[in-house]
């Protein structure tokens, strides 16, 4: 009820496509009662969390941000929900993002941008200068990052306790950073993808995005393992884990991929990421410089298997079996064309167009096949550098803190998607976990993050290795005055500890 | 001259086309040869043949598998292509078409892809096929067949052609369009259904031997039960592509000619193709590559709308589907679930004696004609109920056979009905061969038994044997009395003698003894 009520007061964020109220009050009370029985479901009894608005969930509208889904309610649960709500979650709503996840910015959602919380925090508020008095308050808020905006969004402004995102090339741990939470984007087939709505079903994974890394384990907990529905997860078994306080870190040996020092890398990040390195260092973990040497390739190779994917799995929208279709009904095929004009933007549509030019018969050897050779020399460029003993590589997440909106979309979408997922793609790649750690504040107030990118497979020691730099780093508080004024009554009302007084 | 060639090769084609299964194209080519000097043409057949495959859920979904059930009442939401749905393997087709794969000689991929090949229609609901288009399943067998020359039963030959590929795919749903209120309905139970697509290299030369090769391949698919390829209820699917050149040079561009269902029509098409296009090039004409349709009522194939024009399908492989693994006894690993894994010698081991083993044993067994072996097999049930038959009876296997090919299926034949639901059953025939072999009644008594049997009365033989006197008449005194009958009818010589007992046996209804008939006879006669 409290998250409901701070849902509702922070409604500006924009974080929300759908909150479902009714349905939450209900599990809530249920949870309630299995407590006051001494039987919760597990240790996620009870919480509250929010999904992202590309997986499916019975009963509450699953619209992708588009048009084409808009009103769209799925017969099916996602497994990742399923497991979920099986475990006594408290499912709040779903959260924005660009439509079908195609973006950098959660600002490409026919719902509108998302905010990120950060914009309204005292820390951001007393640092950023307004360039002109002229210039409007509220028009110097900044973008969420994407595409899972809307998730880390309402992890941020506490809305939540944890929410789900998909990562492809970086959706996770992108907001993530721009949002100062844990972005986790988990091995490629550990978590079941049946019920995403998928943008590359060969990168897809569903990401977990929490306020501390132990959160994250916890949810990865819940959410890991074979799924019959889904054949690209690992048949072996997987083991919950609980995080163990790292002491220790001189066995630990620290990859810095230098290709990582990529062009329009901000001086404040990189000064972070040394900073980082030190701290490593200093504690006596090994701290070597590695070469990645095909990252460079990776971004355009990503755009070419991204968009050929998209075009396929967006074929199936025509308007027939399921969502937005045309009044024109001169002809099928012309039905097909006016629905998917109408049903996805220009982001969506110009994607579906270059797919298509890359699947072309003339074409799929000269860019397809290509960039699939591409790939597998990126992931073989992991797997040599694993295979030379580095446990863990240390690299930015983003190359500067977020922008506001007014700059961000001065740059179209493409764009924005080749700058913004330079850091993070490569991890989807090759398939391997990435999280993302809050670090530090930029001079402006807002949050910095630094990813980790481990072995396949190896969340375990990736997140303990997480959890020890959590530690040492003391990411601080967001100050969410508005909020807190915003929700007065509210919090007059309730004197329980909140997840926010909680946490502080 | 030209004009006079036409004609010929028309009218010859007509005959063709009347007596299916008759004269050879071949010959009639070096007809034209030896008559008009013309350079002959050679023509090519290549078959793509779909064959559904029998399993109770389809290939990627759990939905069940039914032939006309209720519009859209077996449609999971993988089938519907609701957005977030995979594709999870089903077993039993990949077991179906290592079995195929095994019985057509086919080299089994140890590992293979699965693809997707993209176009928009209504019935394709995901706007791609899940198919195999780089590493299908199967590679590299050969189907032998046999055929008869001149449609003489007793002078077969046996062809092969070879198998380029056999691939896992999905099948679409089923569009009907409403033309009146100008709508397109579409039923999804067929969606996702699971297809084998074998595809026949073009070393066949006219419609016989087509249909010829699809029909062994039926028969092989119903014994394996990895299809119950009944053409009818759309399980087999036959798509041939059709071109004809002069012998030494390339092959001409080729026509696909689609919607083909059944055996006949298949043979129909194909010919009427072969012709349509040497007409077409003799007269100055082109062939175009274009997708023709069979229009079985009017005998000949038409264009066919095409789609959307030239298509480029965008393959892409499926990222849903990890590589279909097979493994055998050597490289089976020792720590897998054996549901889940495949094994490709153990499926091989298991395989059922295929139609052609079938009937070298059947000749060999019992003594019949090849050619009869063929007969048995084609029909289904109808091996069984002959080997059933033998080991109810004394006759030799060598005179049931002509009672079952003669008889029972020239009977079946007549009133379109299956060995199934034959009204004389094995053990019925039986029964009535038996009494002929012991002499009780004549072979013309027989057949006049098999009638009354057929008409499923529920009687015995002996029943109708009884009531409808058929007895052998072993009664000299009676025999002699029909006989004085007879002669002072007839007066005659010798050469009469089988018309006169031809009569003796009209008048007792054909339950005389021939051969007393045949002494009392001469007796008179000498007299």
């Given at each position: 009820q409290r998250c409901l009520s701070l849902i509702k007061s922070t409604k500006f964020l924009n974080a929300y496509i759908t909150v479902a109220e009714e349905t939450a009050l209900k599990q809530a009370e249920e949870s309630e009662k299995r407590y006051k029985r001494g039987q919760p479901l597990g240790v996620l009894d009870g919480i509250p969390i929010a999904v992202k608005d590309n997986f499916n969930t019975a009963g509450i509208e699953t619209t992708c941000a588009s048009n084409m889904l808009k009103g769209y309610i799925s017969p099916y649960n996602a497994t990742v929900v399923q497991k979920l709500l099986d475990q006594g979650a408290v499912l709040l709503g779903k959260t924005n993002l660009d439509e079908f996840a195609m973006g950098s910015g959660s600002t490409d959602g026919v719902f509108g941008p998302v905010r990120n919380p950060w914009s309204y925090s005292r820390q951001y508020k007393e640092k950023s200068v307004p360039k002109s008095h002229s210039e409007d308050k509220d028009s110097n808020w900044v973008i969420t990052g994407g595409s899972s905006g809307g998730s880390a969004a309402a992890v941020s402004s506490f809305t939540c306790f944890a929410a789900l995102g998909s990562d492809t090339g970086g959706s996770t741990r992108n907001p993530a950073a721009h949002c100062g939470v844990v972005g986790l984007k988990p091995t490629y087939g550990l978590i079941s993808r049946h019920g995403l709505i998928p943008l590359v079903n060969s990168m897809d994974v569903p990401g977990i995005l929490t306020r501390c890394v132990d959160d994250a384990a916890v949810v990865l907990g819940s959410l890991a393992g074979h799924d019959p529905k889904d054949s690209t997860t690992i048949q072996d078994n997987f083991k919950p884990f609980e995080l163990s306080d790292l002491t220790?870190?001189?066995?630990l040996s620290i990859g810095i991929p230098k290709e990582y020092h990529a062009p329009g890398l901000s001086s404040e990040i990189l000064a972070l990421w040394s900073k980082a390195a030190d701290l490593f260092k200093n504690a006596g973990a090994k701290v070597i410089e590695v070469s990645l040497p095909h990252t460079r390739y990776s971004i355009v190779c990503y755009h070419v298997l991204c968009t050929a994917e998209v075009a396929s799995n967006m074929a199936r929208f025509d308007g027939l079996e399921y969502g937005h279709r045309s009044d024109m009904n001169k002809s099928t095929e012309s039905m097909y064309a006016a629905t998917r004009r109408e049903g996805f933007n220009d982001v969506v549509r110009g994607r579906i167009l270059s797919g298509n030019y890359f699947l072309l018969k003339q074409n799929y050897e000269n860019y397809f096949i290509k960039a699939q050779k591409v790939r597998r020399l990126i992931a073989n460029d992991f797997v040599k550098v694993f295979g030379s003993g580095v446990d863990i590589l240390l690299t930015p997440t983003t190359l500067s803190d977020a922008i506001p909106y007014m700059e961000f979309i001065k740059e179209d979408n493409r764009t924005r998607s080749a700058q913004d997922d330079i850091l993070t793609q490569a991890a989807n790649m090759a398939g391997l976990p990435a999280i993302n750690v809050p670090t530090a504040l930029s001079e402006r107030g807002l949050p910095v993050g630094l990813q980790f990118i481990g072995r396949s497979f190896q969340e375990k020691q990736l997140l303990t290795v997480a959890k020890w730099f959590e530690k040492q780093v003391k990411f601080p508080m967001i100050q969410l005055d508005e909020v807190k004024r915003h929700d007065h009554g509210v919090f007059q009302h309730q004197k329980s500890a909140s997840f926010l007084e909680h946490r502080t | 001259m030209s004009g006079s060639v036409l004609q010929y090769c028309s009218t010859t084609f007509a005959i063709t086309l009347c007596l299916w299964g008759h004269p050879y194209l071949n010959s009639i080519f070096l007809l034209f040869f030896f008559f008009f000097s013309l350079t002959p043409w050679v023509p090519v057949v290549g078959l793509e043949i779909h064959a559904q495959i029998s399993s109770n859920s389809k290939l990627f979904s759990g939905s069940q598998v039914q032939f006309a059930a209720p519009p859209n009442s077996l449609v999971s939401f993988f089938d519907a292509s609701l957005p977030g749905t995979l594709p999870v393997l089903n077993r039993r087709c990949v077991e179906a078409a290592v079995m195929t794969g095994l019985a057509l000689n086919c080299s089994i991929n140890k590992k293979s892809l699965f693809d997707r090949k993209h176009y928009f229609y209504a019935d394709l609901p995901a706007g791609y096929q899940i198919t195999q288009q780089r590493v299908p399943i199967a590679v590299n067998g050969s189907l032998s067949y046999s055929l008869c020359i001149d449609n003489k039963m007793s002078q077969m030959v046996t062809k092969t052609v070879r198998i380029k590929q056999i691939q896992l795919e999905q099948d679409s749903g089923k569009s009907l369009h409403d033309d009146v209120r100008s709508q397109t309905l579409v039923d999804l139970n067929r969606a996702g259904v699971g297809l084998m697509e074998v595809v026949m290299e073009p070393d066949m030369c006219c419609g016989e031997e087509a249909a010829a090769a699809v029909r062994e391949l039926q028969l092989i698919l119903q014994t394996l039960g990895s299809s119950q390829a009944v053409m009818a209820e759309g399980q087999l699917r036959v798509d041939a592509n059709v071109s004809v050149h002069h012998p030494g040079e390339p092959y001409g561009v080729r026509t696909e000619v689609k919607n083909i269902n059944s055996i006949r029509f298949l043979a129909k098409a194909v010919d009427y193709e072969i012709e349509r296009q040497i007409e077409e090039l003799e007269s100055g004409g082109t062939i175009l590559n274009e997708t023709r349709a069979f229009d079985s009522k009017l005998g000949c194939t038409v264009p066919m709308r095409d789609k959307e024009g030239k298509q480029d399908y965008r393959f892409m492989p499926e990222p849903n589907l990890p590589p279909l693994i097979l493994y055998n006894a050597r490289s089976?690993?020792?720590?897998?679930?054996h549901q889940q894994v495949v094994n490709i010698d153990w499926i091989h081991e298991r395989l059922p004696d295929l139609p052609s083993v079938k009937r070298a044993k059947l000749v060999e067994q019992y003594g019949i004609l090849p050619e009869h072996s063929f007969t048995l097999l084609n029909e289904a049930g109808l091996t069984e109920f002959f080997e059933d038959v033998i080991k109810q009876t004394q006759m030799k296997p060598k005179k049931v056979i002509g009672w079952i090919l003669n008889d029972l299926l020239s009977y079946l034949k007549q009133h379109s009905l299956t060995v199934k639901e034959s009204p004389v059953s094995s053990f019925l025939l039986a029964d009535l061969l038996n009494r002929l072999e012991k002499k009780e009644i004549s072979s013309t008594a027989a057949k006049q038994v098999f009638a009354e049997l057929w008409k499923g009365e529920g009687k015995t033989p002996l029943e109708i044997v009884k009531e409808k006197k058929l007895q052998l008449i072993q009664d000299q005194e009676d025999l002699e009395r029909i006989c004085q009958a007879v002669m002072a009818i007839k007066s005659g010589n010798r050469k009469v003698l089988n018309k006169l007992i031809g009569l003796v046996q009209r008048e007792t209804q054909g339950r005389s003894n021939p051969v007393l008939v045949k002494q009392l006879l001469e007796k008179k006669l000498s007299e």
């Open positions: 220790d870190v001189s066995k | 089976l690993p020792a720590n897998m679930n």
